[in-house]
């Protein structure tokens, strides 16, 4: 019998956090080229024609991410899922701000009125709650060719929204196979003539509904994995088929099956696969990477490999310290805050 996608589940092992990592350095070196000004983009783009190797990590990141949330929705009660979630984003982001706005900006500010000016503040609020993204700090990297303090940080109140809305679903019933699988069709249905009728959408728009279809079909796969066969010789068609597609409108759902379906098969069937077991740098190398690659460009680091590889090591100390210090504790606290509830 071929295993089934609960199968492999079942099994208790696999890679996504190996794979978060790699797509959280994936972000670093795609953003390599705008940071420094290098015409031209990073070599995935040029062979998907469409797809840079950050937007491909991104789409990883929220296909793997509708699957462990909606995971998480069915471990625990919707109370426990809130604080679940909130503990897991919430305190290294908050760190991250603060450090930003308190330490970072301070120090390389051109900016007389910093600390008086209304921008200042509504960085760290609306980036420390999810509220919305903000991006500028009053005379911080002004002189640079991307004056962004932290562009990564736009997926993360889409990521909060979808979270909530998970909750919503599960709280309605929405998370049994043919109910999702019902609204999953008619969501997507409706996204695709939406965008077909209003082509060319804008681009916060675009990326809106791409990284929520993802989203949504990392839940998908969730609720339908006990009939759901994962295997190589099922990703095979699907690579073809976006090869085939690449450089016709048929790519882009060629390319979004192969990439949904090939994080799962790499997730989780491949034995052979380093594993870093509990330890997760990905969401603090990915909070990191973009004001590491700006301070790596003030330091000299002016090409896309130099940037790249000196962001690299910066935004990996920041990772451990934000992971043993921040998020490691938390996690911790949260284990034995509902092991408590449990035994109350």
Known sequence: MR??????????????????LVAAWLVIWSHAWAITGTPGNDPFAHLTLTRSAGAFAVDVFFVISGFLVAASFERHGWREFLVARALRIYPAL??????????????LTT????????????????????WRAEFWLPGV???????AVNGSLWTLPIEGRLYLALLVAGL????????????????????????????PLPDWLAYLVWVTAF?????????????IVLTWWGLLPLLVA????????????????????????LGLLPRWLPSTGRH?????????????????????????????????????VCAAASWWLVERPALEWKRKRFARMRHA
Request: proline share 6%.
């Open 3 to 20: 295993p089934t996608l609960a199968d492999a589940w079942a099994g208790g092992r696999n890679h996504f956090n190996s794979i978060r």
């Open 215 to 227: 989203f949504i079909t990392g839940t998908l796969l969730w609720v339908w994995r006990a009939r």
């Open 94 to 107: 908050i760190v991250c701000s603060l450090l930003t706005v308190c330490v970072l900006g301070p120090l």
């Open 242 to 265: 976006a090869a085939a597609a690449r450089g016709t409108p048929w790519f882009a759902p060629a390319y979004f099956a192969a990439v949904a379906y090939g994080t799962f098969c």
């Open 111 to 130: 900016a007389p009125d910093y600390w008086r000016n209304p921008a200042t503040w509504r960085y760290l609020a609306g980036n420390a709650t999810l």
């Open 280 to 316: 997760d740098l990905s969401y603090g190398l990915y909070l990191y990477g973009w004001p590491m690659q700006q301070l790596a460009l003030l330091a000299g680091a002016i090409t896309p490999m130099l940037n790249t590889l000196a962001a690299t090591v910066f935004a990996l």
């Open 172 to 199: 309605l019933g929405m998370l049994r196979p043919w109910r999702y699988a019902l609204a999953w069709a008619l969501a997507l249905a409706v996204a695709c003539a939406y965008a077909w009728r209003h082509a």
């Open 141 to 147: 990297f002004e002189a640079l060719p991307r004056t």
